[in-house]
């Protein structure tokens, strides 16, 4: 069981806005930065977000990350059909201590 | 351009050891965090262990799952990162990824499949 709880599923059409959460604890989102992976089949993951908001070089800025508290969220805007992926989000947790991943959210695009 | 590139992944049998080596490139080795993390067959990330850079001496930390049987460390002569996995077991089976830490896991490895099975 992850100490980051995420939705298994999210879904949108193209255009549309969609919210992945990550929520957690004091000892993990609300202590420390929280990541954002993006993972397609097959493939390695890919840092998207990190810091809570920070988008890495040549992210698009449809993707955005922000924390309040204890919980995180990644909004993904302009849903495109290329942005169907899983999505991870990531903190270090003090009370483990260790990194903690959430279990991951499936985003289909329909 | 940074390069992280695992090898020494193979099929063990249940309790067996294997080690993995990351080497790297691109960058200054001694400076960065370097995190192993796992991903089981259609399962999640999961965290392995990490080792620091030189400004926090190159300490260790470890996963619960794994503390006590697996240990990181590395090479710089040969900027290279290693993972020695002993008392392995099925729940171990996956693909593990070397990364470097940049405030979050910014590079990875293609990865290297470890199968333990009888």
């Known amino acids: 069981q992850s100490a980051l709880t995420q939705p298994p599923s999210a879904s949108g059409t193209p255009g549309q806005r969609v919210t992945i959460s990550c929520s957690g604890t004091?000892?993990?989102?609300?202590?420390?930065?929280v990541h954002w992976y993006q993972q397609f089949p097959g493939r390695v993951p890919k840092l998207l977000v990190h810091?809570?908001?920070q988008r890495l070089s040549g992210v698009p800025d449809r993707f955005s990350g922000s924390k309040s508290g204890t919980s995180a969220s990644l909004v993904i805007s302009g849903l495109r059909s290329e942005d169907e992926a899983d999505y991870y989000c990531?903190?270090?947790?003090?009370?483990?201590?260790?990194?903690?991943f959430g279990g991951g959210t499936k985003l289909t695009v329909l | 351009e940074v390069q992280l590139v695992e090898s020494g992944g193979g099929l063990v049998q249940p309790g067996g050891s294997l080690r993995l080596s990351c080497v790297a490139s691109?960058?200054?080795?001694?400076?960065?965090?370097l995190e192993w993390i796992r991903q089981a067959p259609g399962k999640g990330l999961e965290w392995v262990g990490r080792?620091?850079?030189?400004?926090?001496?190159?300490?260790?930390e470890y996963a619960a799952s794994v503390k006590g049987r697996f240990t990181i460390s590395r090479d710089h002569s040969k900027n290279s990162l290693y993972l020695e996995m002993n008392s392995l077991k099925v729940e171990d089976t996956a693909v593990y990824y070397c990364?470097?830490?940049?405030?979050?896991?910014?590079?990875w490895g293609q990865g290297a499949w470890v199968t333990v099975s009888s």
């Open positions: 990364t470097r830490d940049n405030w979050g896991s910014d590079h």
């Open positions: 691109g960058f200054t080795f001694s400076d960065y965090q």
């Open positions: 080792s620091r850079g030189k400004t926090k001496s190159y300490t260790t």
């Open positions: 004091i000892s993990n989102i609300g202590s420390f930065d």
């Open positions: 810091r809570d908001n």
């Open positions: 990531a903190a270090w947790d003090g009370s483990l201590p260790g990194l903690s």
